[in-house]
């Protein structure tokens, strides 16, 4: 759970959960969003108001999280396809599952925005694993 290789990995996930994070739900999907937001009102913090201490912190946990999941799921087999996969899943649970579950109970997104925010995570969540992939599969190689 510790290796070099799981930590290498978080590492560099961590990085793409940040950064890519931001460029998926803060660039390109955020003019998107706007256009499909429910009626809830007050729920997103303002630009002055974010604190990206706490956005590293869980971008780290996620990473981790993933990272040691996907080392369990691969069981050795270190590829783009598999860590695509991987990362497909993953932001199936959570971008459709998860998402179409909190449309169910609030009032954050109507559904076509749901929608676009759940390929969103598929997407942002492929990206991880065929990062996590990479990092196995090129440091894995040399110990």
Do not use: C
């Not at 999907?29 to 809830?40: K, M, V, W, Y």
């Not at 749901?114 to 694993?129: C, P």
């Amino acid at each position: 759970m510790f290796s070099k290789t799981n930590l290498i990995s978080t590492l560099v996930v961590a990085v793409w959960a940040f950064l890519g994070g931001y460029l998926i739900w803060g660039i390109l999907l955020d003019p998107i969003n706007a256009d499909h937001l429910g009626t809830a009102t007050g729920v997103m913090k303002d630009m002055d108001d974010i604190n990206s201490l706490y956005i590293v912190i869980g971008s780290i946990v996620t990473a981790f999280a993933l990272s040691t999941l996907y080392s369990k799921w691969a069981r050795g087999s270190h590829s783009l396809s598999q860590g695509a996969q991987f990362g497909f899943w993953v932001g199936l649970i959570l971008g459709f599952g998860d998402r179409i579950v909190e449309y169910g109970v609030a009032n954050l997104l109507d559904l076509t925005g749901t929608i676009i925010n759940g390929i969103g995570y598929v997407v942002f969540f492929m990206i991880m694993g065929i990062l996590a992939s990479l990092v196995y599969g090129k440091v894995k190689a040399k110990e």
